[in-house]
């Protein structure tokens, strides 16, 4: 058993990936137009797969970020008195020209974020699939008419855009995280600043294009790339122009975040980090809880915020369990994202090699037993291998750091309560998977599960009309699903004298 490693060193890009790649913007999206960063300051965006440059994008400065807050902040008012329908037809005109441009869209992340292009396309169709939602949900914010219980008096409670919001967005899903937060803001009759991150930022560039051509007015959507993005956030934050900061990444920078828009009681949402468990009860059918755990862990290569960090079998099951899980893992085809049959690419740069690495190490050192994987790929490119380990002691590190790569530990339990305990022993909680055939268990133990969203008997959870997000530092609010639009209006209450 072994996964089958294609990493062939890749010295040019082919004839069709430099066209999409020339077809991107480079610049800073302000004011409906691209611009220079200030002095011409460019950063390199790489092949995860081979660690050569894709392309040279903007690098913004603080006053780059300023002059974009300060487009937001102009286009706000006339956005904001924009129909619901208007906004509504905006966002669909964007979903459909994803859907017609998901080839090229695709090829683009797979170059900048190293996903198989199978991945990459499904994850163009999602982001799109936040446009279409979102289109819905403009047309639907409601408010209320109310008799002020004492008779007399009458209220009337409307929802209004909450003003120019900054946007922030980590490298794993640079589409989808992207739309999930530009979609309700649209839809809001928000306008914003966004900020993607450095290493992918070409989808969310390609995306500020089609927006443009969808007739989005200038300004409602400004896109700043950096490479110092506290220096350039830090300012917008802090200004008192912005009223709402959504965020996703690790719960660390979530922190300092929070702690910076206290200063100025911004509103919020902070999509964050997880440590999902995923349980497996004896009674569970072994064949659809191995393939649940080959999505929960390999969407993404393992680099999702939903992706399971920990495996509890139970005891009488764990042993076939985890053989399957290693042959099915075991067999995947590794290489760069463009090649044919890869169902794994490279993890984003080799910091996350390294620390995947160090995880296993870890974990080995306690014991564990590798069943498959367990050695990261020579270069070029950033490659770890799908990796299985059983055994794995209590106090190994991935127990309770994110993992971010195709690795599965396996550890066995006993009785419902124990798994239950272990499993919110943790101070994340985004999601949770449980495999079980009992009703009653199932419902019992995802009521007591500590976390957001709860994955029974499916290994994705993950859906524009569901309401996604985690409870304890895995972070606060909701995007998606009904409410998701919520994020981005305020309630406003008017009373009206009736005598
Ligand atoms: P990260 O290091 O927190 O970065 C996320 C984004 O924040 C990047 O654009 C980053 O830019 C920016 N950033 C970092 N420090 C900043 C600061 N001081 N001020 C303003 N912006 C700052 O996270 P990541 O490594 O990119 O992403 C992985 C993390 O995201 C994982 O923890 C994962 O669980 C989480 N995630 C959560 C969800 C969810 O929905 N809950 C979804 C996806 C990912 P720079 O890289 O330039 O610093």
């Known amino acids: 058993?072994?996964?089958?490693?294609?990493?062939?060193?890749?010295?040019?890009?082919?004839?069709?990936?430099?066209?999409?790649?020339?077809?991107?913007?480079?610049?800073?999206?302000?004011?409906?137009?691209?611009?220079?960063?200030?002095?011409?300051?460019?950063?390199?965006?790489?092949?995860?797969?081979?660690g050569l440059p894709l392309a040279s994008v903007a690098d913004a400065t603080p006053s780059d970020g300023r002059r974009a807050l300060e487009a937001?902040?102009?286009?706000?008012?006339?956005?904001?008195?924009?129909?619901?329908?208007?906004?509504?037809?905006?966002?669909?005109?964007?979903?459909?020209?994803?859907?017609?441009?998901?080839?090229?869209?695709?090829?683009?992340?797979?170059?900048?974020?190293?996903?198989?292009?199978?991945?990459?396309?499904?994850?163009?169709?999602?982001?799109?699939?936040?446009?279409?939602?979102?289109a819905s949900e403009a047309l639907r914010i409601n408010g209320g008419y109310q008799t002020a219980p004492a008779g007399g008096a009458r209220f009337l409670i409307t929802k209004q855009p909450v003003g120019p919001c900054l946007l922030i967005t980590p490298w794993n899903f640079p589409m989808a995280m992207g739309t999930r937060k530009i979609g309700p803001a649209i839809a809001a009759g928000c306008t914003s600043v966004i900020k993607p991150a450095p290493q992918t930022p070409l989808s969310m560039l390609a995306l500020g294009a089609i927006l443009l051509e969808a007739g989005l007015p200038a300004g409602v959507v400004n896109i700043v790339t950096?490479?110092?993005?506290?220096?350039?956030?830090?300012?917008?934050?802090?200004?008192?122009?912005?009223?709402?900061?959504?965020?996703?990444?690790?719960?660390?920078?979530?922190?300092?975040?929070?702690?910076?828009?206290?200063?100025?009681?911004?509103?919020?949402?902070?999509?964050?980090?997880?440590?999902?468990?995923?349980?497996?009860?004896?009674?569970?059918?072994?064949?659809?809880?191995?393939?649940g755990?080959?999505?929960?862990?390999?969407?993404?290569?393992?680099e999702a915020c939903t992706a399971a960090n920990r495996m509890y079998v139970h005891e009488s099951v764990i042993e076939e369990f985890g053989r399957r899980l290693a042959e099915q893992m075991g067999s995947l085809s590794m290489g760069r994202g463009t090649d044919d049959g890869v169902a794994v690419g490279p993890l984003i740069d080799a910091p996350a090699q390294q620390k995947v690495s160090e995880l296993v190490a870890d974990a080995?050192?306690?014991?564990?037993?590798?069943?498959?994987?367990?050695?990261?790929?020579?270069?070029?490119?950033?490659?770890?291998?799908?990796?299985?380990?059983?055994?794995?002691?209590?106090?190994?590190?991935?127990?309770?750091?994110?993992?971010?790569?195709?690795?599965?530990?396996?550890?066995?339990?006993?009785?419902?309560?124990?798994?239950?305990?272990?499993?919110?022993?943790?101070?994340?909680?985004?999601?949770?998977?449980?495999?079980?055939?009992?009703?009653?268990?199932a419902l019992r133990v995802g009521e007591r599960l500590e976390s957001g969203m709860v994955g029974l008997n499916q290994g994705v959870v993950s859906n524009p009309a569901a309401p996604f997000g985690g409870v304890k530092e895995s972070g606060l609010g909701r995007e998606g699903g009904a409410i998701g639009i919520d994020e981005f209006l305020e309630v406003k209450y008017i009373g009206l004298a009736m005598r």
């Open 1 to 50: 058993m072994g996964t089958t490693a294609q990493t062939n060193p890749v010295e040019r890009l082919s004839d069709r990936e430099e066209r999409v790649i020339a077809a991107v913007p480079k610049g800073l999206l302000i004011d409906g137009t691209w611009v220079d960063a200030e002095r011409e300051g460019a950063f390199e965006v790489l092949d995860p797969s081979t």
């Open 72 to 134: 937001a902040v102009a286009a706000q008012q006339s956005f904001a008195l924009t129909s619901p329908r208007e906004r509504a037809d905006i966002l669909m005109r964007a979903f459909e020209m994803m859907h017609e441009r998901i080839e090229d869209l695709a090829l683009l992340m797979t170059l900048e974020m190293g996903k198989p292009l199978a991945d990459a396309r499904g994850e163009v169709a999602y982001a799109a699939e936040f446009f279409r939602h979102f």
């Open 226 to 291: 950096c490479l110092q993005a506290n220096d350039v956030m830090e300012p917008l934050i802090r200004s008192g122009l912005a009223r709402k900061l959504s965020f996703t990444g690790s719960t660390q920078v979530g922190k300092t975040l929070l702690e910076q828009c206290a200063q100025r009681v911004l509103r919020t949402s902070m999509e964050l980090g997880g440590n999902a468990p995923f349980i497996v009860f004896d009674d569970a059918d072994l064949d659809e809880a191995v393939s």
């Open 293 to 302: 755990a080959m999505a929960a862990k390999m969407r993404n290569m393992g």
């Open 364 to 441: 080995v050192a306690l014991g564990a037993d590798v069943l498959t994987g367990g050695e990261p790929a020579p270069g070029p490119g950033y490659f770890y291998p799908p990796t299985v380990l059983s055994g794995v002691s209590r106090r190994a590190r991935l127990m309770t750091e994110e993992i971010f790569g195709p690795v599965a530990p396996l550890i066995p339990f006993t009785t419902e309560d124990e798994v239950v305990t272990a499993a919110n022993d943790t101070p994340y909680g985004l999601v949770a998977y449980v495999y079980t055939n009992d009703l009653r268990r």
